[in-house]
């Protein structure tokens, strides 16, 4: 019986415009799995003349296109469509993931304030009579990691 490697396929996270921070922690798991996640964070530079490049240099220049393109598609695959006219003239990941990350991740005056919002529901946290203990701890987990997710180091 012949093996198949590829029997999981992931289902890409959709990106709302409401789910930023979850949906961009799944992307880069998803693109560290799929070797994608360096040209996204970091970019390529595109030679400004491919004559001067070694055979080496071209192969791997056209591997990092690809996987360029590669991401930018998975981009452009999971936002909305309002989302997507947002990002629709950028030409590499790079572009498209700086401009989801500076139109949802917020400035740092918004996400000061998100952090205070989120300190003072964890200071509020009490346990409903109604409520399980993992549900409880649930609602605690969730809250912690929303705060390190908006940058609270303690």
Not at 23 to 47: C, H, R, T
Not at 95 to 120: H, N
Not at 121 to 127: I, Y
Not at 135 to 144: A, G, H, M
């Amino acid at each position: 019986m012949a093996s198949n490697n590829n029997l999981l396929q992931p289902q890409l996270p959709k990106f709302t415009g409401k789910n930023y921070s979850q949906w961009s922690i799944q992307m880069k798991v998803l693109y560290a799995a799929q070797d994608l996640w360096e040209v996204v964070e970091n970019g390529f530079v595109e030679p400004n003349d491919q004559a001067v490049l070694t055979q080496q240099q071209l192969t791997e220049l056209k591997e990092t296109r690809k996987k360029d393109k590669k991401a930018l598609f998975f981009i452009f695959q999971v936002v909305d469509e309002a989302i997507f006219e947002r990002i629709s003239s950028c030409t590499t990941s790079k572009q498209a993931w700086d401009t989801l990350f500076a139109s949802y991740k917020g400035e740092e005056k918004v996400k000061m304030a998100r952090l205070q919002t989120l300190r003072g529901e964890f200071d509020m946290l009490r346990m409903k009579e109604s409520e399980s203990v993992e549900d409880y701890f649930n609602r605690i987990i969730s809250l912690v990691n929303q705060l390190r997710i908006n940058g609270e180091k303690n």
